[in-house]
């Protein structure tokens, strides 16, 4: 007796949303996650220059792209260019990459490639 009365309180720790138990009981079934609102390229590139571009290639003219939904996974990518200059001091003329925003953070970036659609993109000044 005293093992499936152990056996039964131990099973209310376990009380999902379809179990056989008065709501209040029951946990919630999550909501489907709100989706994130798109966030303000330009903001959150100039506040984060340093993770788009090396200091030392001297970016000029950043210019943004209109933010996307991610392909894969939560928040944003856009695109964004600038006049950069090589280590040595050359230029290296406009270079585009792809940056990926969540939660107003550049989580990611990479050099654009002709897969990404950069170059059909409208860019603006930061």
């Known amino acids: 007796m005293l093992a499936g009365l152990a056996i039964a309180l131990g099973g209310c720790g376990f009380a999902d949303s379809h179990a056989p138990l008065p709501s209040f009981m029951r946990i919630k079934e999550a909501g489907p996650a709100t989706p994130e609102p798109a966030p303000d390229v ?67 970036r990479r050099r654009a490639e002709v897969d990404d659609t950069c170059g059909s993109e409208t860019f603006e000044p930061i």
């Open 42 to 108: 330009k903001i959150v590139v100039r506040g984060q220059m340093e993770i788009v571009f090396l200091a030392t290639s001297y970016p000029r003219d950043v210019r943004v792209a209109t933010p996307r939904r991610a392909v894969r996974g939560p928040g944003w990518t856009a695109c964004v260019q600038a006049q950069l200059t090589s280590a040595i001091g050359s230029p290296l003329g406009v270079q585009t990459y792809i940056v990926t925003i969540v939660d107003g953070k550049i989580v990611d």
